[in-house]
């Protein structure tokens, strides 16, 4: 951002300088004299100040400025100044005191939603897969990897896959369900979930998600059974649990078949069990963006023996494990590699503090966010064990005076890159047949509303201060600038 949005002079109003908070995103400016030299510092707090002393918004900025703001100096050589701690926006300037640059605690990269850790094994285990020449799915690692998440989940069969997306689809073809079924999915979630029912010849059946939870409606699914109903589909979205009981005991009642889609929530429990253990089935990702990364790869956990050794066999082309290239059925190859499998290890070696630091990243967010009205993140659940794979907001445009986009455009003019939550898959056109003549106004207002913060695990807690001081700015200024409209 060019540093000119970020000054104002010393002799503006209040008037003016509010309207520059409001507009450059940080909430923040600092005051310049005639020559341009740095005098003060102004926030939506100094300027709430000067109006409790009974000022008004035509005085000037020197009425309410911070004087004397901290600076650094422009860095000229790799012996640059230490960036400041915690959410401070520090200008950087001249020998003169002109500002010519910021410096923020999250500014020494671009903050990315998400990206994978990889400091433990994973270089000496592939490093070891490429020396023993052992690097397709062929190699200790694949049977090492399902073992060990066995081990985590304490349930279950495990099948590796190529990726999340052939996890579901090895899900469905276990329990040998295609065409003439129909599978209930959530509105809100990522296409992969419905794309895998449509592979496997089934015939989704959307239904719109619960407003608290974000997660699959059970009463919406009860309403949308038929004779045709095989199984159900709920997802555990961005870490937080769906509800199962209510889902189980319908599954029970008609005889369903459960498919946890948990490509987004390993880690995360309901009523104290792992999600994607609860059902008939689970599936998981390791997409490079995921807790516990693969680059690509992905899982099926399966209750039953039977459908196990049926979707091992589809994910190897179909073929008879008791005899070599002898094929019964058209299968795919959805495997995954020992190369990716050994970074799978070393990626599960780390999971339990990769979710310690999950949940802890989520703790001071929610600290940090405290009090920022019209933002809310998820709602902590009773039992309901989110992983926060991803931490979401959900933004009440008419409290925050921002629309959800506006608000996520000036988070990446600061730096902080963000993502909206999915589309209704009811709107899109692949998808818009499966919708029936239901309603989907929980997911359509959650996903135009929603966007999700950096969430890696790899995030520092100055990043996560300076991320809320700034979203705090964003929306402080412009509830400042609406109360004070005219004043
Ligand atoms: C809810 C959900 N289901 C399935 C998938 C598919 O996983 P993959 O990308 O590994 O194929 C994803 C991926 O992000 C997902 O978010």
């Known amino acids: 951002m060019p540093i000119k949005q970020l000054l104002v002079r010393e002799t503006d109003s209040l008037d003016a300088a509010l309207a520059q908070l409001d507009r450059n995103g940080f909430g923040l400016a600092f005051a310049v004299d005639p020559e341009g030299r740095l005098v003060g510092r102004l926030c939506a707090a100094d300027i709430e100040a000067c109006l409790a002393r009974g000022g008004s918004l035509s005085l000037s900025v020197r009425a309410a400025m911070t004087p004397d703001a901290g600076a650094l100096p422009l860095p000229e050589s790799a012996t640059a100044p230490r960036p400041p701690a915690g959410g401070q926006v520090v200008p950087l300037v001249d020998a003169e005191r002109r500002p010519v640059d910021i410096a923020t605690a999250g500014r020494p990269r671009r903050i990315p939603v998400a990206e994978p850790v990889l400091g433990g094994n994973e270089l000496k285990y592939v490093t070891e897969c490429i020396t023993t020449n052992w690097i397709s799915s062929q190699g200790t690692y694949v049977r090492r990897f399902e073992e060990m998440l066995g081990a985590m989940l304490g349930a279950g069969h495990v099948v590796s896959a190529s990726n999340g997306t052939a996890a579901l689809h090895l899900a469905l073809l276990g329990y040998g369900i295609g065409a003439g079924d129909e599978v209930i999915v959530p509105d809100l979630t ?19 998600v619960d407003r608290r939870s974000w997660n699959i409606d059970p009463a919406l699914v009860a309403a949308a059974i038929t004779p045709r109903t095989r199984a159900i589909m709920p997802v555990h979205l961005y870490g937080q649990p769906a509800d199962m009981d209510p889902l189980m005991a319908l599954a029970e009642k008609h005889g369903l078949v459960v498919i946890e889609d948990a490509a987004e929530a390993i880690g995360a ?11 008939h089935a689970g599936t998981f990702s390791f997409f490079s963006n995921k807790v516990i990364t693969t680059g690509e790869g992905g899982a099926v956990v399966l209750r039953d023996a039977e459908a196990a050794a049926r979707a091992r066999r589809m994910r190897d082309h179909g073929m008879d494990p008791a005899k070599r290239y002898w094929h019964n059925e058209v299968g795919y190859n959805y495997r995954l590699t020992n190369l990716q499998a050994a970074i799978g290890c070393a990626q599960l070696e780390q999971a339990a503090g990769f979710l310690t630091r999950k949940r802890a990243i989520a703790a001071r967010y929610r600290k940090g966010l405290a009090g920022a009205s019209g933002l809310a993140m998820a709602a902590q659940l009773d039992g309901f064990d989110n992983s926060y794979w991803m931490v979401s907001v959900i933004v009440d445009a008419e409290r925050t005076g921002l629309p959800r986009d506006e608000i996520m455009q000036r988070l990446g003019e600061a730096g902080i890159d963000t993502r909206p939550l999915f589309y209704p898959l009811h709107d899109m056109p692949p998808y818009k047949p499966f919708a029936g003549n239901r309603a989907f106004p929980a997911t359509v207002e959650l996903s135009a509303q929603g966007f999700s913060l950096p969430s890696g695990v790899g995030l520092g807690d100055d990043e996560i201060d300076y991320i809320c001081a700034t979203l705090q700015r964003i929306v402080g200024a412009r509830h400042l600038a609406r109360r004070t409209k005219g004043a």
């Open 190 to 208: 990522f296409a992969a979930t419905i794309n895998t029912v449509i592979h496997a010849g089934a015939t989704p059946v959307i239904v719109d």
């Open 269 to 279: 429990r309901y009523k104290g069990r792992p999600c994607g253990t609860i059902g």
